[in-house]
Protein backbone atom coordinates (compact mmCIF):
# COMPACT_ATOMS: atom_id res chain seq x y z
CA UNK A 1 0.00 0.00 0.00
CA UNK A 2 1.27 3.70 -0.95
CA UNK A 3 1.86 5.68 1.99
CA UNK A 4 2.70 9.34 2.19
CA UNK A 5 5.73 10.98 4.35
CA UNK A 6 4.48 10.07 7.95
CA UNK A 7 3.64 6.94 7.37
CA UNK A 8 -0.33 7.42 6.74
CA UNK A 9 -2.33 5.08 3.89
CA UNK A 10 -2.87 7.27 0.71
CA UNK A 11 -7.04 6.39 1.08
CA UNK A 12 -8.79 8.22 2.82
CA UNK A 13 -12.90 8.28 3.43
CA UNK A 14 -14.11 11.64 4.13
CA UNK A 15 -17.52 10.67 6.15
CA UNK A 16 -19.97 13.53 5.16
CA UNK A 17 -20.39 15.23 1.48
CA UNK A 18 -22.05 19.01 2.40
CA UNK A 19 -19.71 21.54 1.43
CA UNK A 20 -16.38 21.11 3.87
CA UNK A 21 -16.98 17.28 2.91
CA UNK A 22 -16.64 17.84 -1.04
CA UNK A 23 -13.67 20.54 -0.69
CA UNK A 24 -11.91 17.96 1.72
CA UNK A 25 -11.99 15.28 -1.07
CA UNK A 26 -11.22 17.80 -3.80
CA UNK A 27 -8.16 19.12 -2.18
CA UNK A 28 -7.47 15.09 -1.16
CA UNK A 29 -7.39 14.28 -4.41
CA UNK A 30 -5.00 17.44 -5.10
CA UNK A 31 -2.77 15.49 -2.66
CA UNK A 32 -2.72 12.77 -4.63
CA UNK A 33 -5.10 10.96 -2.22
CA UNK A 34 -7.75 7.73 -3.64
CA UNK A 35 -11.27 9.19 -1.84
CA UNK A 36 -14.27 7.67 -0.56
CA UNK A 37 -16.95 9.94 0.87
CA UNK A 38 -19.56 8.81 2.74
CA UNK A 39 -23.17 10.67 3.07
CA UNK A 40 -26.92 9.48 3.40
CA UNK A 41 -27.76 12.66 1.10
CA UNK A 42 -26.92 13.73 -2.29
CA UNK A 43 -24.69 16.46 -2.31
CA UNK A 44 -26.38 19.76 -3.01
CA UNK A 45 -29.49 18.18 -2.02
CA UNK A 46 -32.13 19.82 0.10
CA UNK A 47 -30.79 17.55 3.04
CA UNK A 48 -27.75 19.17 4.01
CA UNK A 49 -27.43 22.01 5.50
CA UNK A 50 -25.27 23.58 2.81
CA UNK A 51 -28.03 23.55 0.53
CA UNK A 52 -29.59 26.67 2.70
CA UNK A 53 -27.27 28.40 3.88
CA UNK A 54 -27.74 32.15 2.85
CA UNK A 55 -24.91 32.35 0.38
CA UNK A 56 -22.02 34.55 2.14
CA UNK A 57 -18.38 33.99 0.89
CA UNK A 58 -16.69 36.51 3.11
CA UNK A 59 -13.40 36.55 3.62
CA UNK A 60 -14.23 39.29 6.47
CA UNK A 61 -15.93 37.31 8.98
CA UNK A 62 -14.73 37.72 11.83
CA UNK A 63 -17.98 38.56 14.36
CA UNK A 64 -18.34 35.73 16.72
CA UNK A 65 -22.44 34.81 17.74
CA UNK A 66 -21.46 35.53 21.42
CA UNK A 67 -20.66 39.22 21.79
CA UNK A 68 -19.88 41.29 24.99
CA UNK A 69 -23.78 42.06 26.31
CA UNK A 70 -25.11 39.62 24.12
CA UNK A 71 -26.85 38.30 27.91
CA UNK A 72 -28.70 41.48 27.68
CA UNK A 73 -30.65 40.31 24.76
CA UNK A 74 -31.27 36.69 24.96
CA UNK A 75 -34.65 37.27 26.68
CA UNK A 76 -35.99 39.36 25.13
CA UNK A 77 -35.62 37.47 21.82
CA UNK A 78 -37.24 34.45 24.02
CA UNK A 79 -40.30 36.53 24.58
CA UNK A 80 -40.55 37.45 21.25
CA UNK A 81 -42.68 34.55 18.71
CA UNK A 82 -40.75 35.62 15.48
CA UNK A 83 -37.44 36.84 17.21
CA UNK A 84 -34.09 35.44 16.17
CA UNK A 85 -33.55 32.89 19.02
CA UNK A 86 -36.13 29.92 20.03
CA UNK A 87 -35.46 27.06 22.58
CA UNK A 88 -38.39 24.79 22.71
CA UNK A 89 -38.95 24.43 26.27
CA UNK A 90 -38.92 20.46 26.56
CA UNK A 91 -35.33 20.78 25.06
CA UNK A 92 -34.09 23.46 27.42
CA UNK A 93 -32.50 20.94 29.62
CA UNK A 94 -30.06 19.73 26.95
CA UNK A 95 -29.42 22.66 25.61
CA UNK A 96 -28.72 24.98 28.89
CA UNK A 97 -24.60 23.69 29.08
CA UNK A 98 -24.01 24.53 26.05
CA UNK A 99 -25.89 27.83 26.15
CA UNK A 100 -23.82 28.71 29.16
CA UNK A 101 -20.98 28.17 27.39
CA UNK A 102 -21.80 30.46 24.54
CA UNK A 103 -22.53 33.03 26.95
CA UNK A 104 -19.18 32.65 28.49
CA UNK A 105 -17.40 33.17 24.87
CA UNK A 106 -18.73 36.42 25.65
CA UNK A 107 -15.59 37.64 27.30
CA UNK A 108 -14.28 40.41 26.01
CA UNK A 109 -10.90 38.41 26.20
CA UNK A 110 -12.08 35.36 24.52
CA UNK A 111 -14.16 37.30 21.78
CA UNK A 112 -10.62 38.91 20.56
CA UNK A 113 -8.98 35.24 20.41
CA UNK A 114 -12.50 33.77 18.23
CA UNK A 115 -12.25 36.71 16.12
CA UNK A 116 -8.99 36.29 15.46
CA UNK A 117 -9.39 32.58 14.27
CA UNK A 118 -12.11 33.27 12.34
CA UNK A 119 -10.05 35.59 10.25
CA UNK A 120 -7.12 33.52 9.81
CA UNK A 121 -9.32 30.59 8.83
CA UNK A 122 -11.62 32.85 6.37
CA UNK A 123 -9.30 35.48 4.78
CA UNK A 124 -8.50 32.29 2.78
CA UNK A 125 -11.99 31.47 1.28
CA UNK A 126 -11.60 33.48 -2.25
CA UNK A 127 -7.79 31.53 -2.85
CA UNK A 128 -9.19 28.16 -1.64
CA UNK A 129 -12.89 28.27 -3.84
CA UNK A 130 -11.53 29.87 -6.83
CA UNK A 131 -9.24 27.02 -8.47
CA UNK A 132 -12.22 24.35 -7.83
CA UNK A 133 -14.60 26.32 -9.19
CA UNK A 134 -12.66 26.97 -12.09
CA UNK A 135 -12.03 22.89 -12.93
CA UNK A 136 -15.31 22.31 -11.95
CA UNK A 137 -16.77 24.76 -14.37
CA UNK A 138 -19.00 26.91 -12.00
CA UNK A 139 -17.19 30.39 -12.06
CA UNK A 140 -19.93 32.10 -11.80
CA UNK A 141 -21.14 30.67 -8.54
CA UNK A 142 -18.86 33.53 -6.57
CA UNK A 143 -19.97 37.19 -7.06
CA UNK A 144 -17.89 39.40 -5.48
CA UNK A 145 -19.94 42.18 -5.07
CA UNK A 146 -20.06 42.98 -0.87
CA UNK A 147 -22.03 42.17 2.06
CA UNK A 148 -24.52 45.30 3.28
CA UNK A 149 -25.72 45.35 7.04
CA UNK A 150 -28.91 47.79 7.46
CA UNK A 151 -30.42 49.86 10.23
CA UNK A 152 -33.42 51.33 10.88
CA UNK A 153 -32.24 54.09 12.71
CA UNK A 154 -29.48 56.87 11.90
CA UNK A 155 -27.01 55.40 14.71
CA UNK A 156 -27.44 52.18 13.88
CA UNK A 157 -23.26 51.13 13.21
CA UNK A 158 -22.11 53.53 16.28
CA UNK A 159 -23.81 51.23 18.45
CA UNK A 160 -21.85 48.62 16.91
CA UNK A 161 -18.54 50.34 17.39
CA UNK A 162 -16.75 47.13 19.16
CA UNK A 163 -17.48 44.69 16.08
CA UNK A 164 -16.56 47.62 13.46
CA UNK A 165 -13.28 48.00 15.51
CA UNK A 166 -12.87 43.66 15.66
CA UNK A 167 -13.28 44.20 11.90
CA UNK A 168 -10.79 46.72 11.23
CA UNK A 169 -8.29 45.57 13.15
CA UNK A 170 -8.22 42.41 10.86
CA UNK A 171 -7.98 43.96 8.06
CA UNK A 172 -11.44 44.07 6.74
CA UNK A 173 -12.55 47.41 4.54
CA UNK A 174 -15.64 48.90 6.89
CA UNK A 175 -18.09 52.23 4.36
CA UNK A 176 -20.47 53.71 6.75
CA UNK A 177 -23.14 55.07 4.75
CA UNK A 178 -26.18 57.22 5.42
CA UNK A 179 -29.44 57.14 3.65
CA UNK A 180 -29.07 58.36 0.31
CA UNK A 181 -25.43 56.38 0.17
CA UNK A 182 -27.52 53.14 0.83
CA UNK A 183 -30.00 54.00 -2.07
CA UNK A 184 -27.47 55.30 -4.43
CA UNK A 185 -25.72 51.40 -3.44
CA UNK A 186 -28.68 49.33 -3.19
CA UNK A 187 -32.09 51.10 -5.02
CA UNK A 188 -33.95 47.96 -3.99
CA UNK A 189 -34.24 48.47 -0.24
CA UNK A 190 -37.04 50.52 1.09
CA UNK A 191 -36.65 53.72 2.69
CA UNK A 192 -36.72 52.49 6.06
CA UNK A 193 -33.14 52.10 6.26
CA UNK A 194 -31.39 55.21 7.59
CA UNK A 195 -27.75 53.51 8.22
CA UNK A 196 -25.43 51.04 7.12
CA UNK A 197 -22.17 49.00 7.13
CA UNK A 198 -20.83 48.29 3.98
CA UNK A 199 -18.27 45.51 3.15
CA UNK A 200 -17.07 46.04 -0.16
CA UNK A 201 -14.61 42.75 0.10
CA UNK A 202 -16.71 39.98 0.53
CA UNK A 203 -18.88 37.80 -1.57
CA UNK A 204 -21.96 35.72 -2.47
CA UNK A 205 -23.21 32.68 -3.93
CA UNK A 206 -26.43 32.44 -5.68
CA UNK A 207 -26.96 28.39 -5.58
CA UNK A 208 -24.80 26.70 -2.73
CA UNK A 209 -26.69 23.45 -3.14
CA UNK A 210 -25.33 23.75 -7.09
CA UNK A 211 -21.81 24.80 -5.49
CA UNK A 212 -21.58 21.50 -3.31
CA UNK A 213 -23.03 19.83 -6.70
CA UNK A 214 -20.51 20.71 -8.88
CA UNK A 215 -17.42 20.26 -6.53
CA UNK A 216 -19.07 16.77 -6.07
CA UNK A 217 -19.48 16.07 -9.65
CA UNK A 218 -15.65 17.15 -10.11
CA UNK A 219 -14.64 15.05 -7.54
CA UNK A 220 -16.24 12.42 -8.72
CA UNK A 221 -15.04 13.11 -12.54
CA UNK A 222 -11.25 12.92 -10.89
CA UNK A 223 -12.01 9.88 -9.29
CA UNK A 224 -13.34 10.10 -5.87
CA UNK A 225 -16.39 7.51 -5.06
CA UNK A 226 -20.04 8.57 -3.55
CA UNK A 227 -21.42 5.65 -1.08
CA UNK A 228 -25.07 6.89 -0.09
CA UNK A 229 -25.36 5.54 3.19
CA UNK A 230 -24.90 6.47 6.92
CA UNK A 231 -21.80 5.59 9.34
CA UNK A 232 -23.17 4.43 12.48
CA UNK A 233 -20.26 3.41 14.15
CA UNK A 234 -16.57 2.72 14.30
CA UNK A 235 -14.40 0.17 14.63
CA UNK A 236 -10.85 0.87 16.58
CA UNK A 237 -7.66 -1.05 17.00
CA UNK A 238 -5.46 0.58 19.88
CA UNK A 239 -4.99 4.56 18.68
CA UNK A 240 -6.36 3.92 15.32
CA UNK A 241 -9.54 3.58 13.11
CA UNK A 242 -9.69 0.35 11.32
CA UNK A 243 -13.23 0.24 10.03
CA UNK A 244 -16.58 2.06 10.29
CA UNK A 245 -19.93 0.40 10.19
CA UNK A 246 -22.44 1.31 7.72
CA UNK A 247 -26.36 1.71 7.82
CA UNK A 248 -27.31 -2.09 8.00
CA UNK A 249 -24.77 -3.60 9.35
CA UNK A 250 -21.89 -3.62 6.30
CA UNK A 251 -18.54 -2.98 7.12
CA UNK A 252 -15.79 -1.28 5.22
CA UNK A 253 -12.16 -0.90 6.16
CA UNK A 254 -10.81 2.14 6.69
CA UNK A 255 -7.09 3.55 6.72
CA UNK A 256 -7.38 6.99 6.88
CA UNK A 257 -11.07 8.92 7.40
CA UNK A 258 -12.48 12.56 7.30
CA UNK A 259 -15.18 13.33 9.98
CA UNK A 260 -17.26 16.20 8.59
CA UNK A 261 -20.74 15.30 8.86
CA UNK A 262 -22.36 18.82 10.18
CA UNK A 263 -24.61 18.25 13.03
CA UNK A 264 -24.33 14.58 13.09
CA UNK A 265 -20.92 14.96 13.78
CA UNK A 266 -20.71 15.40 17.47
CA UNK A 267 -22.64 11.98 18.16
CA UNK A 268 -19.61 10.09 16.19
CA UNK A 269 -16.93 11.92 18.07
CA UNK A 270 -17.89 10.26 21.20
CA UNK A 271 -17.37 7.20 19.86
CA UNK A 272 -13.43 8.57 19.08
CA UNK A 273 -12.91 9.83 22.82
CA UNK A 274 -14.21 13.70 22.16
CA UNK A 275 -16.70 15.30 23.86
CA UNK A 276 -17.87 18.18 22.29
CA UNK A 277 -20.55 20.66 23.11
CA UNK A 278 -22.44 21.16 20.10
CA UNK A 279 -25.54 21.81 19.46
CA UNK A 280 -28.10 22.09 16.10
CA UNK A 281 -28.54 25.52 15.44
CA UNK A 282 -31.86 24.58 13.19
CA UNK A 283 -31.86 27.32 10.90
CA UNK A 284 -34.89 27.95 8.38
CA UNK A 285 -35.61 30.05 5.15
CA UNK A 286 -37.82 30.89 2.53
CA UNK A 287 -36.73 30.76 -1.39
CA UNK A 288 -39.31 33.45 -2.88
CA UNK A 289 -39.01 32.04 -6.26
CA UNK A 290 -38.65 34.74 -9.21
CA UNK A 291 -39.40 37.74 -6.57
CA UNK A 292 -38.99 40.88 -8.51
CA UNK A 293 -37.41 43.07 -5.74
CA UNK A 294 -34.22 44.18 -7.92
CA UNK A 295 -31.75 43.42 -4.93
CA UNK A 296 -27.83 42.18 -5.57
CA UNK A 297 -25.94 42.58 -2.90
CA UNK A 298 -26.26 40.36 0.39
CA UNK A 299 -28.50 42.66 2.83
CA UNK A 300 -28.95 41.82 6.43
CA UNK A 301 -31.02 43.53 8.99
CA UNK A 302 -29.27 44.37 11.80
CA UNK A 303 -31.83 44.96 13.38
CA UNK A 304 -34.02 42.11 13.00
CA UNK A 305 -31.34 39.72 12.86
CA UNK A 306 -32.22 37.71 9.36
CA UNK A 307 -30.37 37.78 5.57
CA UNK A 308 -31.75 38.56 2.62
CA UNK A 309 -30.24 36.48 -0.38
CA UNK A 310 -30.34 37.20 -4.25
CA UNK A 311 -30.26 34.00 -5.62
CA UNK A 312 -30.39 31.88 -9.17
CA UNK A 313 -34.17 30.89 -8.05
CA UNK A 314 -35.51 33.86 -6.57
CA UNK A 315 -34.88 36.10 -3.26
CA UNK A 316 -33.53 33.46 -0.19
CA UNK A 317 -34.45 35.11 3.43
CA UNK A 318 -32.55 33.06 6.13
CA UNK A 319 -31.87 33.32 10.01
CA UNK A 320 -33.27 32.46 13.33
CA UNK A 321 -31.31 30.13 15.74
CA UNK A 322 -33.56 27.44 16.74
CA UNK A 323 -32.52 24.72 20.03
CA UNK A 324 -35.00 21.53 19.64
CA UNK A 325 -32.11 18.91 18.39
CA UNK A 326 -32.05 16.78 15.53
CA UNK A 327 -35.18 15.01 15.74
CA UNK A 328 -37.85 17.52 15.97
CA UNK A 329 -39.90 18.45 13.19
CA UNK A 330 -39.52 21.06 11.79
CA UNK A 331 -41.57 24.45 12.97
CA UNK A 332 -42.31 26.46 9.69
CA UNK A 333 -43.87 29.31 11.76
CA UNK A 334 -40.29 30.01 11.98
CA UNK A 335 -39.87 30.31 8.06
CA UNK A 336 -43.00 32.16 7.90
CA UNK A 337 -41.94 34.85 10.31
CA UNK A 338 -38.64 35.57 8.04
CA UNK A 339 -40.64 36.41 5.07
CA UNK A 340 -43.33 38.66 7.39
CA UNK A 341 -40.41 40.44 8.40
CA UNK A 342 -38.77 41.10 5.01
CA UNK A 343 -41.78 42.25 3.21
CA UNK A 344 -41.11 46.31 4.32
CA UNK A 345 -37.62 45.78 3.45
CA UNK A 346 -37.74 46.44 -0.35
CA UNK A 347 -39.62 49.31 -2.08
CA UNK A 348 -41.62 46.81 -4.47
CA UNK A 349 -41.73 42.89 -3.85
CA UNK A 350 -43.62 40.78 -6.20
CA UNK A 351 -44.05 37.17 -4.60
CA UNK A 352 -43.83 34.20 -6.77
CA UNK A 353 -44.20 30.41 -5.40
CA UNK A 354 -43.16 30.40 -1.55
CA UNK A 355 -40.74 27.44 -0.33
CA UNK A 356 -39.73 26.55 3.10
CA UNK A 357 -37.33 25.09 4.57
CA UNK A 358 -35.04 23.98 7.66
CA UNK A 359 -31.95 23.03 8.38
CA UNK A 360 -29.37 21.80 11.10
CA UNK A 361 -26.09 24.04 11.43
CA UNK A 362 -23.37 22.56 13.40
CA UNK A 363 -22.60 24.78 16.53
CA UNK A 364 -19.91 24.96 18.50
CA UNK A 365 -20.88 27.30 21.71
CA UNK A 366 -17.55 29.79 20.61
CA UNK A 367 -18.42 30.39 16.72
CA UNK A 368 -15.39 28.25 15.29
CA UNK A 369 -15.30 24.54 14.46
CA UNK A 370 -13.15 21.65 15.08
CA UNK A 371 -10.23 20.94 12.70
CA UNK A 372 -7.90 18.52 14.88
CA UNK A 373 -6.99 14.58 14.87
CA UNK A 374 -9.44 12.55 17.12
CA UNK A 375 -8.08 11.88 20.49
CA UNK A 376 -8.77 7.41 20.39
CA UNK A 377 -8.09 7.39 16.64
CA UNK A 378 -5.08 9.71 15.50
CA UNK A 379 -6.05 8.43 11.90
CA UNK A 380 -9.64 10.45 11.93
CA UNK A 381 -9.37 14.18 11.28
CA UNK A 382 -12.09 16.11 12.75
CA UNK A 383 -13.57 18.99 10.46
CA UNK A 384 -17.03 19.98 11.98
CA UNK A 385 -18.85 22.70 13.67
CA UNK A 386 -18.82 25.59 11.21
CA UNK A 387 -22.25 26.88 12.32
CA UNK A 388 -23.55 29.29 9.67
CA UNK A 389 -20.69 30.02 8.47
CA UNK A 390 -19.71 26.38 6.94
CA UNK A 391 -19.75 28.00 3.25
CA UNK A 392 -17.21 30.40 3.78
CA UNK A 393 -14.94 27.99 6.09
CA UNK A 394 -15.86 25.28 3.82
CA UNK A 395 -13.17 25.94 0.91
CA UNK A 396 -10.19 26.60 3.44
CA UNK A 397 -11.29 23.55 5.80
CA UNK A 398 -10.93 21.55 3.16
CA UNK A 399 -7.22 22.32 1.99
CA UNK A 400 -6.32 22.03 5.87
CA UNK A 401 -7.51 18.76 6.00
CA UNK A 402 -5.51 17.77 2.55
CA UNK A 403 -2.41 19.25 4.10
CA UNK A 404 -2.95 17.05 7.83
CA UNK A 405 -4.00 14.16 5.61
CA UNK A 406 -0.48 14.32 4.15
CA UNK A 407 1.65 15.18 6.92
CA UNK A 408 1.94 18.82 5.80
CA UNK A 409 2.73 21.94 7.46
CA UNK A 410 -0.88 23.48 7.43
CA UNK A 411 -1.59 27.12 5.77
CA UNK A 412 -3.60 28.18 9.24
CA UNK A 413 -2.32 27.88 12.30
CA UNK A 414 -5.22 25.03 13.92
CA UNK A 415 -4.28 24.99 18.27
CA UNK A 416 -7.69 27.74 17.96
CA UNK A 417 -9.63 24.75 16.79
CA UNK A 418 -8.22 21.84 18.76
CA UNK A 419 -11.00 19.64 19.91
CA UNK A 420 -10.17 19.57 23.63
CA UNK A 421 -10.42 23.29 23.89
CA UNK A 422 -13.53 23.41 25.54
Known sequence: ??????????????????????????????????V????????????????????GICPGSCIPNSMPGVWKNVPKWLMDPEGPLYVRLAYLPHALPWLLRFLAASRKSRVEEIS???????????????????????????????????????????KNNYGLELRRAHGVRVEILDADE????????????????????????????????????????????????????????GQELTGVVLEGGERRAIDQAVL????????????????????????YHVMVKGADTGLRIQTISADRKFVASPMEEGLRIAGNVEFSGLRQAPNMFRADALLKQARPMFRKFREGEVKRWMGHRPGTPDS???IDRAKRARNVIYAFGHGHQGLIGGSVTGKLVAEL?????????LSPFRADRF
Not at 263 to 283: H, M, Q
Open 36 to 55: EVIDPALPGSEDQCSYGNAG
Open 1 to 34: MQRNRDGASRKVTVIGAGIVGVCSANYLLKQGFE
Open 260 to 283: AAGAWSAELACKLGNRIPFETERG
Open 368 to 370: IPV
Open 182 to 237: IRQLEPALASIFKSAVYLPEQGQCPNPGRLVQKLAEHAARQGARFVQTRVKDFELN
Open 405 to 413: AAGLPTTVD
Open 116 to 158: AAMRALHRYTFECYEPLMKEAGCEELLQKRGQLFVYESADGPG
